[in-house]
């Protein structure tokens, strides 16, 4: 039987937070590359990525192009809330000075006043 594949991926927008959940594979880094580069704005420069479920070493190619490309919109971005798969490969790699490994909340006084927003992909 062929049932439709659940929801294995999603990129929304919560106050100055871009969430990142669920899987970020070969399958589809491009498109999640592509959507979260589409978000970057002098509002959104977190990146939370506590609710990824599972990750291959592509992830590390999704980081280092949003570094990038937030460099380009003079933007500086900060990654929270990585999982501890995705530590290892930063750290496997090398990749520490480039991609800052941080697994604790980054802290924002307006972080509790923030309004959620309706963005959201599926990927």
């Known amino acids: 039987m062929n049932n439709p ?19 970020v594979t070969i399958d589809n880094v491009v498109a999640m590359t ?12 977190v990146i939370d990525l506590g609710k990824v479920t599972e990750v291959d070493s592509t992830i590390i190619s999704m980081l280092l192009e949003w570094l990038r490309a937030a460099r380009q919109k003079n933007c500086h971005l900060q990654f929270m809330n990585m999982p501890a798969s995705l530590v290892s490969l930063i750290q496997l790699y090398d990749l520490v000075k480039l991609i800052p490994v941080t697994t604790n909340p980054v802290t924002r006084q307006n972080a509790s006043d923030s309004i959620s927003t309706s963005t959201v992909a599926e990927i």
């Open 5 to 23: 594949s659940p929801l294995l991926s999603v990129i929304s927008c919560d106050g100055d937070r871009i969430i990142v959940e669920g899987i």
């Open 34 to 45: 592509q959507r979260g580069m589409s978000l970057f704005d002098e509002h959104h420069r």
